[in-house]
């Protein structure tokens, strides 16, 4: 999808004919369905490594992934000296809710097979819920994971190829750092809380672009409704396929 979104102005079309001005009536041209705004990157891609191509199976479910702790987190957004935004994450034992003032991103684990995530977008402007299939979420880059997705994109394998620099405290939570070995890889730095597994501070990108995510508030006391279905909390919105909305908006 692409973000831009293009308006187009018809403008009152003016001509002299024989001497006498005629001004055209304003043609109107048909309504096109409203661009969908790109996905904010609020999680890790499953693929740091651009180049890799995406996982064909999804990964086995560890076994620490069967009783992740419940946390709540604010993580402040930063690029270079600029405030950009807050993002909330609520996580329980099988849901994640990752959540801005424009929308919010809902993932469940599959329980068909727990090694996968369903997902769901809310758009709250547009009163609307869109359903990601396991193709989706690859696609989106977000991947169809729950270990994955379930650590916010940050799990074992990815801080395995990292390299660690000592322990370190942010806001009063310790944690450990990690920092990328190769300067093209997403993730350039995280400081990884292991006990709660969960990243404390991390910088995706490189130069001018990079953004910092750091956690300001932690809590291990969740309120359950706050990760119950987007049907549930949101009864009056729309809930659709992402496939079936892009037939009914092929021009987003």
Not at 43 to 50: A, K, S, T, V
Not at 191 to 212: A, F, I, K
Request: charged letters at 25%.
């Amino acid at each position: 999808m692409n973000p831009a979104v293009c308006l187009t102005l018809l403008p009152i079309c003016l001509c002299a004919v024989g001497g006498c001005q005629v001004i055209e009536a304003q043609v109107s041209p048909p309504a096109a369905p409203e661009r969908l705004p790109e996905a904010p990157s609020l999680l890790l891609p499953q693929r740091l490594d651009h180049r890799l191509p995406p996982p064909r199976a999804p990964q086995s479910l560890p076994e620490w992934a069967a009783a992740v702790p419940r946390v709540s987190i604010t993580y402040h957004v930063k690029q270079r000296s600029q405030s950009l935004k807050r993002i909330s994450v609520t996580r329980s034992a099988k849901r994640v809710l990752v959540r801005t003032p424009e929308e919010e991103w809902f993932f469940e684990q599959n329980a068909a097979d727990p090694r996968r995530a369903d997902g769901q977008r809310i758009i709250h402007h547009r009163k609307l819920i869109l359903g990601y299939s396991e193709a989706d979420l690859v696609d989106a880059g977000l991947g169809r994971d729950w270990a994955h997705l379930v650590t916010l994109g940050v799990g074992t394998e990815t801080l395995l190829r990292m390299r660690s620099v000592g322990f370190a405290q942010v806001n009063g939570i310790q944690c450990e750092a990690f920092v990328a070995s190769d300067p093209t890889l997403t993730l350039q730095e995280v400081c990884w809380n292991h006990r709660g597994r969960y990243p404390v501070r991390l910088r995706v990108g490189s130069g001018d672009d990079s953004q910092t995510h750091i956690a300001v508030e932690v809590s291990e006391n969740i309120d359950e409704a706050q990760t119950a279905p987007p049907r549930t909390r949101y009864p009056d919105y729309t809930l659709i396929d992402l496939a079936d909305w892009r037939e009914e908006s092929p021009s987003h």
